[in-house]
């Protein structure tokens, strides 16, 4: 019985423990969204989460809760998660293949909630740092649009 039980607890400490995306938006893995961003033409929204994280959490109960922040991300964005601690392997639009963790990196993504802003070939383009509120999403927006409209 013993026995079985550390079999047990063994195997669950062996599944890769995964952050949560804000519920009812449709995120895909980073690889994924920038395929359809070059295909559609469309930003990308990348959120850097990590399980456990409190902030995370907060913003996805406070603001991404709300039907007008999904509204309007799920218009004007192709919308991508990355667990930023995650050894989850991608491919980036160049062939190259990294893991999400490393993609954090190359996006400055230290701490989380990191929310970027990107052109459809991926250079970061307006960002946000920590929990947000549903009025800060929404200006974030106004203003990601403005600057990719603009080319800054």
């Known amino acids: 019985m013993l026995r079985s039980v550390l079999l047990l607890f063994s195997l669950l400490l062996a599944l890769p423990i995964l952050a949560d995306a804000p519920k009812d938006y449709p ?3 980073f690889d994924e ?3 359809q961003a ?3 033409g469309k930003p990308v929204f990348v959120y850097f989460g990590r399980y456990g994280c409190g902030y995370c959490e907060l913003t996805n109960k406070e603001a991404f809760s709300q039907p007008e922040v999904r509204e309007r991300y799920t218009q ?3 919308l991508a998660y990355v667990d930023a601690e995650s050894g989850k392997r991608l491919r980036l639009p160049s062939g190259e293949r990294i893991t999400e963790r490393e993609l954090g990196t190359r996006y400055n993504a230290f701490a989380t ?3 970027s802003y990107l052109d459809s070939n991926g250079t970061a383009r307006h960002r946000l740092i920590g ?3 549903k ?3 929404l200006e974030a927006d106004e203003v990601a649009r403005a600057k990719l409209a603009g080319g800054e």
Request: hydrophobic share 50%.
């Open 113 to 115: 909630p990191v929310f």
């Open 76 to 78: 004007h964005y192709v």
């Open 131 to 133: 929990a947000q509120t």
């Open 38 to 40: 070059q295909a559609e």
């Open 135 to 137: 009025e800060a999403l």
């Open 33 to 35: 969204a920038m395929s």
């Open 27 to 29: 995120f895909l893995p």
